[in-house]
């Protein structure tokens, strides 16, 4: 356990500054880019006693998260870190959402136009943030109340507590977009029990709270009517002692156990048919056990993967296998590889062209190139995991200042 003493001790022998950088990009300033805004009116500030919160304030669009909007969350951060007077941070979102993920349709618009270096600073800030919050030195609390997806769920679950309530909806949906699993999920997906990870990454199935707390998403859990007592009691405390905060979140959570539907009492099954090294096999599984015992989850889970692109399916898969054996910078450094290759358009064109189906047109009919799993080729996913070239950058982590805790 650290104290606020001990924490600015270590980050005065570590001698950082308190203008990193984070490697070579900076943030663009161009006033047609949709990922930059004011930032200032994107993340809301409340001052408690020894605390600050923030509040994610796109609401109109599920605070969809943006390279402005990531990049204030990072001053902010930095800022209370150094600052003595607070002892931990809370993060919740403003509306019926905490994050729906990143705001992809304007990463669509943005690739549709050329502004390739607009999407890579998207993805540089987000990745960036992702670890400067797993090595965060003080408390963090996220409030996971509505829709957490993607790069939701990437800056919320490396932090210390992640409360979830009975309107949390979890999803890492890439998938259905023809991308992969990033922000941080290769990492925390792959840690999950058994070969859950691969059944959420590979389908982009929903978890409520209850599962989420289940499987370990969330550390804690309390009804949404409890929110507001949550957040007072939060409010009052005076301590940068997790423990401290660990036992106020308990004090106001709530028991709950997943419905007897939930995937969480189908591991046995997950794990006989998400453990098989490919693709095919994981079907050729699910075909098996459907087949055996007509179980209507097997049927629904193949429909899932025949609606997903073939190419992001197969990429997706190697992504979690490595995440079980890489820490936290080692997968946010290269899924910024993966992402980076997934919008280049040089593999495939699938990240539009599911972003176009579900969410720009939406005849919900996307064409996947390559159209069939066995048009996949070894080198096609290969390319997805190469470091990137002499001319590009890779995502710059300060691992030797910031070791994470996770």
């Known amino acids: ?16 500054s308190k203008h990193h950088s984070y490697g070579g990009r900076r943030l663009a300033s161009l006033s047609g880019n949709p990922l930059i805004e004011d930032s200032d009116n994107l993340v809301i500030i409340e001052g408690k006693a020894s605390s600050r919160t923030a509040i994610l304030n796109r609401p109109s669009s599920l605070n969809a998260l943006n390279t402005s909007m990531v990049a204030r969350l990072q001053k902010l951060y930095r800022n209370w870190e150094d600052d003595p007077n607070i002892e931990f941070v809370v993060l919740k979102g403003g509306g019926r959402a905490f994050a729906a993920g990143g705001d992809i349709v304007s990463l669509y618009n943005l690739i549709k136009e050329g502004n390739l270096e ?21 408390p963090h609390v996220a409030l996971l109340n509505g829709i957490t997806m993607g790069g939701g769920a990437g800056i919320s679950i490396p932090g210390t507590f992640r ?21 941080g999920a290769s990492f925390y997906l792959s ?8 059944y959420l990454a590979l389908t982009g199935e929903k978890l409520n709270g209850a599962e989420m707390l289940s ?12 929110l507001p007592l949550v957040e007072e009691k939060l409010g009052n405390l005076t301590t940068d002692d997790p423990s401290v905060i660990e036992a106020c979140l308990g004090g106001q959570g709530d028991s709950v156990f997943p419905d007897q539907t939930s995937v969480i009492h ?18 050729e599984s699910l075909e098996n056990e459907a087949a055996k015992t007509n179980d209507s989850w097997c049927v629904s889970t193949l429909n899932k993967l025949k609606e997903a692109a073939p190419l992001s399916l197969k990429v ?27 919008i280049s358009r040089q593999i495939t064109g ?8 579900k969410l720009v047109d939406k005849d919900f009919t996307p064409k996947w190139d390559p159209p069939t799993l066995e048009h996949v080729s070894q080198d096609m996913v290969d390319q997805y995991f190469t470091p990137l070239s002499a001319f590009e950058p890779e995502l710059d982590l300060p691992i030797k200042q910031r070791e994470a805790f996770i």
């Not at 499987?215 to 409890?226: D, F, N, P, R, V």
């Not at 099954?269 to 998400?274: I, L, P, R, Y």
């Not at 699938?350 to 189906?357: K, L, P, T």
């Open 118 to 138: 607009e999407c890579k600073e998207f993805f540089w800030t987000i990745y960036s943030f992702i670890y400067f919050l797993g090595t965060y030195l003080k």
């Open 191 to 198: 840690h999950l029990p058994g070969y859950l990870g691969e």
């Open 163 to 183: 409360v979830a309530t009975d309107k949390t909806i979890f999803a890492t949906p890439e998938t259905l977009i023809g991308f992969h699993p990033d922000a």
């Open 266 to 283: 189908r591991i046995g099954t997950v794990d006989k048919c998400f453990s098989h090294d490919t693709v095919e096999e994981i079907i």
């Open 350 to 357: 699938d990240f539009c062209e599911g972003v176009r189906a």
């Open 316 to 342: 997706s898969l190697r992504s979690i296998r490595e995440g079980r054996f890489q820490t936290l910078d080692q997968c946010l450094i290269r899924e910024y590889r993966m992402s980076l290759q997934g």
């Open 215 to 226: 499987c370990g998403l969330a550390t804690h859990y309390s009804l949404i009517k409890k």
């Open 1 to 16: 356990m650290r104290t606020h003493k001990s924490a600015l001790l270590l980050r005065r022998i570590l001698s950082l």
